[in-house]
Structures are given as C-alpha cells and as structure tokens.
C-alpha cells in the first residue's frame, strides 16, 4: 500500500496535476467555444454552427460505452500520452485544412478527432488521478486540478482569441473607412448606377472607394423602390461573385418535413418573425446610399481578399443592410462591389456615422492560432512522458469477459436506483436554456449590428467572453463550492438554480438595447457567467450525490454522458429557431426555458446533510 508508485515518492503532484488538468481543458474548450468563433468569423450561417458543432458533442455523451476499454487495454498513463499525440495532430489537421476550399467539410472531421480523443483522455485522466494519489491527497488536489482546469479555459475562451484577432486585425490590406452624414434640407435622389471609369495601377493593392464622405439627405423612398434597390446592390455582388449566393432551401417531401418540420417553422416565421432588420414605417423607407468599393490592383491568382465591414462609430440610425462581407479575387477585382446605408426613416435630424472594414486574412489567423495549439500538445506529450509517475495499480485488466459482465452491471443497476427517473430530469433539463445559449451568444456578439447582433471585434470577444466571463465563472464557481460546503446542497439547490438561470436575461437586454459601451456588455456578460459558476456547483454536487455507491466512478460517468446529451439536443436546433425568430425572441425563448429546472428541484429528494463539510 506505501509504495504504489514505481518512483517512489519522489514525484510530486504538483509537477504533473497542474499540466494534465490544464492539457484535457483545451481540446474540450476548442472544440466546444472556439470552433463556434472560427466558424463564424468565416462566414458559416448560425444554422450550420449550431447544428454542426452540437453534434461535436456526442463523444462525451456515449464516453460510458467505450470507458472499458480504457481499463481493459493498456495503461491509463499510455492512454493519457497517446490521446494527447492525437489531440496534437487533430489541431494540425484543423489548421492545415482551414485555407482548403472545402474547409467546413474537413475542419469537422478533425474537430470529430479531437472530440474522442479529449473524451478518452479525460476517462483516462480522471481514472489516473484516482489511482496515482491516495485519498487525502485527492481531497487536497482537487481545488488545484479545477483551478487549472479553469486556466485553460481561459487560454481557450481568451488568449487564444485574442491571438487570432490581433492577427485577424494586423494581417491583409490598409483598412478601408467611409463617413456618413446626413443632411435634413437635402432630397435630391443621386444614387449612381453606372460603374465609374476605372484605370489600372500599378503597385501597392489598396481599397479604392467611390466616396468616403457621403452626404445623404432625410427624404423617405417607397418601399418598392427601396427594395428594388437593396436587391439590386444584391444582385450585382452576387454575380461578380462579391458575395455567394445562399442555397435555397429545398422543400421537404418526408413525412416528418410535410407534416411538423417545415408546418412549424412557417407558423414560428409568421407570430415571431426575424425582427433584427427594421427599417421601414408603413410603406416607406429611410433614404438610401450607395458606395462603391474595388480593389487598385489584382490580387494574386490563388489569392482571396475578404472584406469585413462594420460600423465603427457614430449614430445607430445609420445602418449597414448591403456589403457587410465582400470577397475579392483575380477575376472580379476591377470590377464595383456596392455598399449600401440606409438611414432609419424617423430620422429628422444631422447624424454621422464611420464605417470600417477590415480585410485581415482570417484563415491564416486561424491556421496560425491552431498551428500553436498543437505545437503546444507536442511539448505536453514530451513533458508529460517523463513527469507523469508509473503507479503499480496502473496495469491493464486482462479478464475481459468478467469486464464485460461487470460493464452490463452497472448500467443497469444505475437505471435501477431510487428516483431514477427524476435524477436523469434534473441531469437533462438543468441546463435546457444555456445549452442553446451557449451556441448562440458568441454569435450574437460578433453579429454585426445590423443584423441584430453587437458587432463586437474577435480581439473583443477573447478579452470580455473569454476573459472576463472566464474569470467570473470561475468566482462564481468558487463561492459556490464555499457556500454549500457551509448549509448543504440542499439548502442552496434553489439559489443556485435561480443563480445559473436569472442571469441569462441579460442577453435579452443586449438583444434589445444593443449597446455599443464596450464594458457595459463585459458586465453584462460578467454577471451571466459569475451566475452560472455560481449555480452550476449544484449541478456538479448533484450528480456526485445521486451517483454514490459500490459504482460511484462509472455511474458519475454515466451522469456526465446524460449532461452533455442535455447539452448537445437543444444545442443542435438553436441556430435554426435563431434564423428564423431573431436574436430577441431568441434569447426570451433561452428565458422561457430555464422554467423546467425550478419544476424539476421541487421533487428532489437530497440529504440535508450532503456537502456539508464536517470538522474533525
């Protein structure tokens, strides 16, 4: 019993805790947020995001089916190194296939790598962290082992964003900037339709625009002629292949498509339509501005250049409906691609609004910041190769048919506990708001305005969503672990249920009053994640409490599979239903959702004693 490790005592838990908890955060963190982000940023719609990425996490739904082999194969020390060696090669995969013109297709396949391979890392981590130390100092490590959890979540959701926008932003072309002001006494209607002469030059590549302060008078438009006009612009980037055409929806002829699916989204279109775009009062519209944007010389043959514009500054009431992405190439460069401002149609007085755009190459920001990724799991596979220790219990199980009995056991013994059925509730529907929250908040903050969303930088998103919200989640997290240590999960599963759900009406606040103060949407996002910290202790404290007993370990596996298919289901619609309500409505759907929790916690039979700590 002394001596269970090969080396003796000499290792320390310190030199291989803190590495380990920090390498399995990281894929799983990629995977789940930082894919959200990348996918966005390179143009994929929120219905693809959120389905394709939802599926991503079905490894760690069925991780129970497969955590036999973890012990019946090998060592849990060989698999901690080999699915670290894979997670490094997932990471090169994803950043070598991002400038691929099928990058979406191939990235996923990568993605799907890196899923199973961090789900049997952390079965083989967890496992070994068990046998490689004895109880006191599991108690005493395992604060340390979440608190660098935590920190690569915040390399993840932070630093690693950030990395990606600073290049994003110092990568590509000079910046192209316009100004927009308006002028109540000016109606005249000079929008032109004929392409300006264009002369080629020789030399540095720059943006040309046909205007960069444009003066745009208050007279309101018909509707017809309005639209005529945006579908125009449209059209024209369309087909010089400024922007690509949306593929049409095909209608459904299953059953299924005929008779729920496309019913119910039609129905969900008419009472709760997208109202992120409104610009028109009754059949007029805001007055209309038309810029043209190209490029000074030809880009080289296999070269794209993507054009991100945004507002930078200045009056809400100007907004961008034509123009936001334009794609540039060797065949379409000298050709006009438009932008189109409209003004809001209550408008009766001078405003002025900037407008920037950025054209970092995006995927080569991306490819660098995963090309680090797996340098970074190369050194943890040799570090980890010399400092993780050998303990004797660390040996591969040979009796696979007595595994395989022992495996169908304890499945079935854990649908047979007491109040099964109510625990598997709580495990799916605790969580049933923020598992379509999740997929869509990254989205909305970097969703131009527009378009509903907040507009925010990718550099914006790592410093507030990765950052800040990281740092809170952990306080919150920790205060939460102190509370119920002093009253008991019992007394705080309530609080903590309202703490994890009341907060995510903050984005309903954004969503509404979309606020362009750069810190007031930290704090907002602050409070939602210091909630959910807060709350999810109960969470967690919950499953280790229904999960005790002779199979303690594989039932708490089991737990941990029903909460990622939680995560996963709803998560997988929540792009579609947000496409078709908007960005709003969304988010109050996310509230009507967190309603199932409170009615689940009322039937919860919990020791009033669990989680208490006892003074010795």
């Known amino acids: 019993m002394k001596n269970n490790n090969i080396k003796g005592e000499s290792t320390s838990p310190w030199s291989w805790i803190p590495t380990l908890y920090f390498a399995q955060g990281i894929p799983y963190v990629v995977v789940m947020t930082v894919s959200v982000i990348m996918y966005k940023r390179l143009g994929i719609s929120n219905t693809d995001i959120a389905l394709y990425t939802s599926w991503l996490y079905l490894p760690w739904v069925i991780k129970p089916f497969w955590s036999p082999i973890v012990d019946l194969f090998k060592t849990k020390r060989w698999w901690i190194l080999i699915m670290q060696l894979l997670i490094g090669a997932g990471l090169g995969g994803v950043a070598l296939t991002i400038p691929a013109p099928g990058f979406f297709k191939l990235t996923l396949a990568f993605f799907w790598l890196l899923a199973f391979s961090s789900a049997t890392h952390d079965i083989a981590a967890d496992g070994f962290y068990m046998i490689g130390l004895n109880e006191h100092k599991q108690a005493y490590f395992i604060g340390i082992r979440s608190t660098f ?49 264009f002369n080629v030059k020789e030399g540095e590549t720059y943006f040309v625009l046909s205007n960069s302060e444009v003066n745009l008078g208050l007279n309101k438009l018909k509707s ?22 949306e593929k049409e929806i095909v209608q459904s002829t299953s059953w299924w498509g005929i008779n729920v699916s496309d019913p119910l989204k039609e129905n969900l279109k008419e009472l709760f339509g997208n109202d992120d775009k409104v610009n028109n009062v009754g059949s007029f519209q805001g007055n209309l501005a038309l810029i043209g944007v190209r490029l000074s010389s030809p880009p080289d043959v296999d070269e794209t250049v993507v054009l991100n514009l945004d507002r930078k500054k200045g009056d809400k009431n100007l907004t961008l409906v034509n123009g936001q992405r334009l794609t540039f190439t060797n065949q379409n460069w000298n050709k006009q691609a438009w932008i189109l401002i409209q003004a809001d149609p209550k408008l009766e007085t001078t405003v002025m609004t900037s407008f920037e755009g950025l054209s970092g190459n995006i995927p080569f920001a991306w490819s660098v910041t995963f090309f680090v990724l797996a340098g970074l799991f190369v050194l943890f596979v040799v570090y980890h190769r010399f400092a993780i220790p050998k303990p004797a219990a660390d040996i591969a199980v040979a009796e696979g048919k007595s595994i395989v009995k022992e495996f169908v056991n304890t499945f079935t013994s854990f649908f047979k506990k007491k109040d099964a059925r109510l625990a ?115 969470f967690m404290l919950y499953m280790i409490y229904f999960a005790e007993g002779k199979n303690k370990t594989a039932h708490y596996a089991i737990c941990t599979g029903l909460m990622a298919l939680g995560m996963m289901i709803p998560g997988m619609a929540s792009g579609w239903l947000q496409e078709i309500i908007g960005y709003k409505n969304f988010f109050i759907w996310v509230m009507i959702c967190t309603i199932p929790s409170f009615v689940v916690i009322r039937h919860l039979k919990i020791n009033p004693l669990f989680g208490i700590k006892i003074q010795e």
């Open 149 to 197: 959890y935590r920190l690569s979540m915040i390399t993840g959701q932070g630093l690693l964003i950030i990395l990606a926008g600073f290049i994003e932003s110092s990568s590509g072309l000079e910046p192209v900037s316009f100004s927009v002001t308006t002028q109540p006494e000016k109606t005249e209607w000079n929008i032109p339709f004929e392409e300006p002469d």
């Open 224 to 245: 017809g002629k309005a639209d005529s006009i945006k579908n125009w612009a449209q059209e024209s980037n369309i087909e010089n292949a400024f922007l690509i055409k």
């Open 424 to 538: 598997i509730a709580f495990i799916l529907l605790f969580r049933l708001g923020e598992s379509q929250l999740v997929k869509i908040a990254s989205p909305f903050l970097l969703e131009s305005r527009e378009a509903g969303g907040l507009g925010l930088t990718t550099g914006d998103i790592g410093l507030i969503y990765g950052t800040i919200g990281i740092i809170f989640l952990t306080v919150g997290g920790i205060i939460g672990g102190w509370c119920a240590s002093r009253k008991g999960l019992k007394y705080w599963i309530f609080w903590m249920t309202l703490a994890i759900n009341l907060p995510n009406i903050t984005y309903v606040y954004l969503s509404i009053y979309t606020p362009e103060n750069i810190w007031l949407v930290a704090a907002s996002v602050a409070v939602e994640q210091f909630g959910y910290g807060f709350g999810f202790t109960a």
